[in-house]
């Protein structure tokens, strides 16, 4: 029974994250990595007009954001509306 418990504990991703984690390239994806072991989670996918993916991460008020290149911005000034 135990076992049960640990394992749904370890669970740490939405099913919303689980679909658009493979929507990210490879740099975008180690740079979100690093993030989430910050309490960052990955929210949603901004498709910009270059036809890049913006990738957006909240941490409690905190947003941070991912470049196509992988570059990790936790000074953006995007607002998110709840």
């Not at 049960?4 to 390239?25: A, I, T």
């Not at 890049?52 to 990790?72: C, H, P, R, Y």
């Amino acid at each position: 029974m135990s076992a049960v418990r640990l394992e749904s504990e370890r669970r740490q991703y939405s099913p919303e994250q689980n679909e658009l984690w493979p929507r990210l390239n490879l740099s975008q994806q180690f740079s979100a990595g690093s993030l989430s072991q910050y309490g960052y989670t990955l929210t949603f996918i901004r498709r910009l007009k270059s036809n890049d993916n913006l990738i957006i991460m909240l941490s409690q008020n905190k947003v941070a954001t991912i470049n196509s290149e992988g570059e990790i911005d936790i000074n953006s000034n995007i607002t998110i509306r709840y």
